[in-house]
């Protein structure tokens, strides 16, 4: 099986098609939109994927911690990280305090909270992490720290995972996107 967190989105969704049309069955996560889970949930199913969802805030850590105890027995293979704040574009002069605490919470803290109780689960039989980054750590874009400063931290963290656990046959990699209208 495979893992999207915030699957219901518009990559996310996109992920979780490309999975079940190979027959590889989805477990997906939505954050704040219950309609388009159960959509894309209906979409899989009708052409014969096997797709279940859960509601997850990734920044909650017993949330986190519950629902992947509850697939701790399961056969996880891949793990890919969709989310994303829906954030404004800013000067960095402009940002308060409470817009980087949030960003960084969610995004960054989020993420440490899915490879922090997911690892276990791969560490059994080995796997892959993928997290969906930013193209703007490598090209600065204007007014877009609040995208690109929690990627920053969660490539950090997939760096670190590839380096301390290709051991136990966990691959890491991060994608860099661009502007993707989704």
Not at 22 to 33: D, K, Q, R
Not at 47 to 73: C, M, P, R, T, W
Not at 113 to 120: A, E, M, R, T, Y
Request: one cysteine or more.
């Amino acid at each position: 099986s495979a893992i999207v967190i915030g699957g219901s989105g518009g990559i996310g969704s996109v992920i979780c098609k490309t999975f079940a049309s190979h027959g590889v069955p989805v477990i997906f996560t939505c954050y704040g939109n219950e309609n388009a889970a159960k959509e894309l949930k209906q979409e899989i199913t009708s052409f014969g994927g096997v797709a279940s969802y859960q509601k997850l805030s990734i920044n909650d850590k017993s949330q986190v911690e519950i629902f992947f105890k509850d697939l701790e027995h399961s056969s996880i293979h891949s793990i890919v990280n969709a989310t994303g704040s829906d954030i404004r574009m800013k000067w960095i002069n402009e940002l308060s305090y409470e817009e980087w605490d949030d960003v960084m919470h969610t995004d960054a803290d989020g993420f440490f909270n899915i490879v922090k109780n997911s690892l276990p689960i791969l560490q059994k039989f080995g796997g892959s992490y993928t997290t969906l980054s930013s193209i703007g750590l490598s090209r600065w874009p204007a007014k877009d720290v609040l995208s690109v400063a929690p990627k920053a931290a969660v490539d950090a963290l997939i760096n670190g995972v590839a380096k301390e656990e290709g051991r136990n046959n966990i691959r890491a990699n991060s994608i860099q996107l661009g502007i993707i209208e989704a």
